[in-house]
């Protein structure tokens, strides 16, 4: 999942915080039924995973899942559909009987270069280009999953589209594996350039992503910064290349690229501060190349790696240090430094809406069926491009589905080729998607329009 990781759900931890102990809002009439149809579209949302799983593609290729979704939304009744949203993203519209907030929900569509390890009797075989290269593509990080709870989802809605008080948008999103460093937009960030949160105007933006922590069918939350941002880095040193029996007649940058490395490993221990604007900051070097032979000094050098932050404050000063220290080490070698530092575009800190998340707890205590299955989760060093629709000022709340394949364990992790979900999971996703739904349509903070 790129540097950035789907939601990379690698190494997340989480507390313990027992939901009961907030005041839920009181719950619509309406969610019974709701749920009782959510539980009813179960078959159709396994039969939908299991044909997104088996085929596959990768960010801004997914022609083939949109038609299959565009296809699935056309026979939902009052269900409005327009492609071709940022490429090949969806927009779908439902309206309520009764006028109202405008709630939007999003999935992403995306899979990533990964051949799949798993032997299951839908396992992708897929190939696809990437960067240039045959690839193998597979869902690894539950994207075919996140694409069939929205359906269910919609199909549920639409059933009950006369009794709801206001609208629905069902945004269905390419590209949220692009990540950093390829020069192209997010699909989220894609999506909202092309005015996807506009006709109409939506009040706030729901959505979830499945992990593989046990035990299955809970749901985790995190009000505030939930997810870092992540930036690329990538610095190239340029010096005089020679012998190795004559150095002094060289001027190697290899020394200024490993001096370098060692250079930003206390960036964060000293000039950061922890304890402003949500979070901690990671400055990790994942690469450093220079030279093919033992006996040649090599005329160029380069390192590469990552920002991690839940701190935009310490993002910037992580950025400039990185800047700083690479200019000054390359110099004192007599070396050139070429610093690129690529954001992204889309990939901020996902700061979820600290009153819409708590709002939502009575909502993700029904889907679950007990207060038990709702905690807090730790913030993540991982990242998503879901905060791209909070970047507009609109409230986003995004949370955890967990769907281990074992009973008393963690399933393998996002992005591994072995990972996999245990489908039953997704009854309890479809019930969160529609019990959220129904909760922030009757949100007072929304009923302005």
């Known amino acids: 999942m790129r540097s950035h990781l789907c939601a990379l759900l690698v190494g997340t931890s989480f507390i313990g915080v027992r939901a009961q102990s907030l005041a839920p809002a009181a719950m619509s009439p309406l969610l019974p039924h709701a749920l009782a149809l959510s539980d009813g579209v179960q078959p159709k949302v396994v039969e939908w995973r299991r044909h997104v799983h088996q085929n596959p593609e990768l960010a801004y290729q997914e022609t083939n899942t949109a038609t299959y979704i565009a296809q699935a939304l056309a026979d939902m009744p009052g269900v409005e559909v327009k492609t ?15 006028p109202g907030p405008v709630v939007a929900l999003r999935a992403d569509m995306d899979a990533l270069p990964v051949d799949e390890r798993n032997d299951l009797p839908f396992k992708s075989v897929a190939k696809a280009q990437w960067q240039g290269q045959p690839v193998s593509v597979s869902h690894v990080c539950g994207h075919d999953a996140h694409v069939a709870m929205l359906l269910g989802a919609a199909q549920v809605l639409s059933s009950l589209r006369d009794q709801l008080a206001g609208t629905v948008v069902f945004i269905f999103q390419p590209a949220e594996e692009i990540g950093p460093g390829l020069g192209k937009a997010s699909g989220a960030m894609g ?6 949160l506009d006709n ?6 729901l959505g979830q992503h499945i992990s593989n922590q046990a035990p299955s069918g809970t749901i985790r939350y995190k009000p505030g910064a939930m997810l870092a941002s992540v930036d690329v880095f990538r610095i190239q040193f340029k010096g005089t290349g020679g012998h190795g029996a004559v150095p002094w007649a060289s001027n190697t940058p290899m020394l200024a690229a490993a001096e370098t490395v060692l250079g930003l490993q206390n960036i964060v221990s000293h000039r950061l501060n922890p304890t402003i604007d949500g979070g901690p900051t ?9 030279g093919n032979r033992f006996n040649v000094l090599p005329e160029t050098a380069e390192i590469a790696g990552t920002i991690r932050a839940l701190s935009p404050t310490n993002q910037r000063i992580a950025q400039e240090e990185i800047r700083r220290r690479a200019a000054g080490i390359a110099a004192s070698y007599g070396v050139q430094a070429d610093v690129k530092i690529d954001s992204g575009d889309g990939y901020g800190v996902l700061v979820n809406d600290r009153d819409a998340t708590l709002s939502l707890l009575g909502a993700f205590n029904a889907a679950t069926g007990s207060p038990s299955k709702v905690t807090q989760m730790a913030a993540s060093m991982g990242s998503e491009d879901f905060g791209a629709f909070g970047s507009t000022g609109v409230p986003v709340v995004f949370w955890m589905l ?3 394949p074992f009973i008393d364990k963690d399933g393998p992790v996002n992005h591994s080729p072995l990972f996999q979900i245990d489908e039953s999971a997704m009854r ?7 019990a959220a739904t129904i909760s922030q349509l009757s949100n007072a903070r929304f009923q302005t329009r």
């Open 84 to 98: 071709g949203v940022a490429g090949t993203g969806i927009k779908a519209v439902l309206r309520g009987g009764i």
């Open 191 to 196: 999506m909202v350039r092309e005015g996807v």
């Open 282 to 290: 990671i400055v990790t070097t994942g690469l450093l190349q220079s």
């Open 200 to 205: 109409p105007k939506v009040d706030v933006v």
């Open 402 to 404: 967990n769907a281990s």
């Open 428 to 434: 309890v996703g479809v019930r969160a998607l529609t």
